[in-house]
């Protein structure tokens, strides 16, 4: 009979490891409940579906996204191939258009014939291999078999997501379009300048807001990167002006002039007919939205296509839990992947799925660990190491990384350098698996996703 492995979780983690796996012959059975049963977070039952940002950060390979997407390429992602396939305008990030990507993922992963895709909720953990990737909303159905794998080793954070607004109600006599910096193609974003008079305005009713939680809210554990634009702004007046509000790299041909604060939209499709309010994920009631957010000049008469909500996340004490292949110590038949495994971002969970499904389909006693150097392999050193105290969720980020000798003292230059050396590490480690048949997982993805 053939090998067959149950992944749960239909997501970008769930998603990418059971295409490595089936793609390497392996039979999967991939259980997601959606549209079955509905998701509080989800509109649809597309594989994949992005619920919260369409962005996947920067594509520059001097960053640490960048280096994350050119490491994927090199193991050949199936996420990160139909992000590019779908991608949309937005400067120096990828960012793609959420229904074509969850359209072209799932016709992909569906299509082949090695899978079997069940639209259930599932209550337990089967026998033989699991791949639990069940993301950061874990169904009730599913959380006592989770408790009883994991024990109250688990560990809660909330974030959020941003709203979305209809393109045809933006006024655009007051927006202008630019890229900081001009990178990307340039104009990529459309920008809502503030004066100071304004932002003082606006900061002072986004604080004062009614929210759909209150002192509960205040005491949660927020994840630092999702944190509601409110909460920020609770730090000082200047603190979004210096974060998703900063109006550096950019001109307002209106005046001539750096504005003094600006609110950034990103297009969600490549129509460019949805935009969402970069980095103001948020907590506010949607009367409250629509009131606030209204104030943004050039959102005056906006129509919201989506409000901002909050989301509450769940997941694992990975480095007590998991091993770097991310395998359940106590129970190795199951691996824990994307955020429930504390995988921070889209990439970031495709990616643990993917080391996932290489963990199990490498050969016997060659267990799956990517070199520290490389952005992946820091990040899942960081995440499944046992002296990790406190664990909270992160991003790859080059702070992760092996300290450069000697050292590189200047930014730029130190970041090249790590790209660099991580470059290296990933195509030297590929190059010693050949178990794992990566090269020819890359070439069928060539072949099999429209460019």
Known sequence: MRRTITVIGGGLAGSEAAFQLAVRGIGVRLVEMRPTTRAPAHHTGLLGELVCSNSLKSDDPDSAAGMLKRELDSLGSVVLACARATAVAAGGALAVDRDEFAALLTSLVSARPEIELVHAEATDLPAGEVVLATGPLTSAGLEPALIALTGEDRLAFYDAAAPIVDASTIDHSVVFAQSRYDKGGGADYLNCPMDREQYVAFIDALTAASRVTSKEFEAADLFRACQPA??????????????????????????????????????????????????????????????????????????????????????????????????VRSCPRVRIAGQLSGTEGYLEAAASGLVAALGLAAVEDTPVRLPDETALGALLSYATDPDTRPYQPMHVNVGLLPPLTPPVRGKRERYAAHSARAAAAMGAWVESRPDLDIERVRALLVSEVPR
Not at 232 to 239: I, K, S, W, Y
Not at 246 to 275: C, F, I, M, S
């Open 230 to 327: 409110e909460e920020v702004a609770r730090h000082g007046l200047d603190a979004l002006r210096f974060g998703s509000m900063k109006p550096v790299g950019l001109t307002d041909p209106h005046t001539g002039h750096r504005p003094w604060a600006v609110v950034q939209l990103r297009p969600e499709n490549r129509g460019h007919t949805a935009y969402n309010l970069v980095g103001f994920q948020t907590n506010l009631t949607f009367p409250e939205q629509v009131r606030v957010f209204r104030m943004i000049p050039g959102l005056g008469s906006a129509e919201f296509l989506r409000y901002g909500v909050m989301h509450r996340n769940t997941f694992v004490d990975a480095p007590r839990l998991l091993t770097p292949d991310l395998a």
